[in-house]
T-cell receptor
């Protein structure tokens, strides 16, 4: 079993829809949680960063962490075609860059 | 502001050939790293460096060498390419080892025949 599981998709939604992307994990020591967005043929870019449990909102994006369920989510409101990308979750115990564990990514397409 | 620059973008090698993937960053970041990305596998750490002259192995280091002679550059060398090394390679940097907010380059797509 992988340490971090992420549904690969692909996921297609119409423009304006609310999108929910999820990761589950098995290591209860994870405390730092990130979402990266990766456009086709580009490198990942950091989208959201949260520490421990709770919610964090940034514009149309909301990151949610439920440590009791070992489950994290990224919600995208009013989705746009420009949100079409692969979304990677990443997490670590200590905040060390060396110890980041990445999910395999969910491919999202927002249809105009 | 260039950020992290990787060259080449694409490369085809024959089994047994060697090559160097280049990575340079202009953000004065101490921490630099190399990942490979394979379908269904997520990003896996190959090697990393916490500063000039200091390198260490990641999760999948076999078949790869690195060196860090300057803060800016962190090349990845494939010593004798194998088909199993067909992958997309990403260089990433951050301001320190204890800062997991990584900045990635655009990647090198490598095919080994």
């Amino acid at each position: 079993q992988k340490e971090v599981e992420q549904d690969p998709g692909p996921l297609s939604v119409p423009e304006g829809a609310i999108v929910s992307l999820n990761c589950t994990y098995s290591n209860s020591a994870f405390q730092y949680f990130m979402w990266y967005r990766q456009y086709s043929r580009k490198g990942p870019e950091l989208l959201m960063y949260t520490y421990s449990s709770g919610n964090k909102e940034d514009g149309r994006f909301t990151a949610q962490v439920d440590k009791s369920s070992k489950y994290i989510s990224l919600f995208i409101r009013d989705s746009q075609p420009s949100d079409s990308a692969t979304y990677l979750c990443a997490m670590s115990e200590s905040g060390s860059a060396r110890q980041l564990t990445f999910g395999s990514g969910t491919q999202l397409t927002v249809l105009p | 502001n260039a950020g992290v620059t990787q060259t080449p973008k694409f490369q085809v090698l024959k089994t047994g050939q060697s090559m160097t993937l280049q990575c340079a960053q202009d953000m004065n970041h101490e921490y630099m790293s190399w990942y490979r990305q394979d379908p269904g596998m997520g990003l896996r750490l190959i090697h990393y460096s916490v500063g000039a002259g200091i390198t260490d192995q990641g999760e999948v280091p076999n078949g790869y060498n690195v060196s860090r002679s300057t803060t800016e550059d962190f090349p990845l060398r494939l010593l004798s390419a194998a088909p199993s090394q067909t992958s997309v390679y990403f260089c990433a940097s951050s301001s320190g080892l204890n800062n997991e907010k990584l900045f990635f380059g655009s990647g090198t797509q490598l095919s080994v025949l």
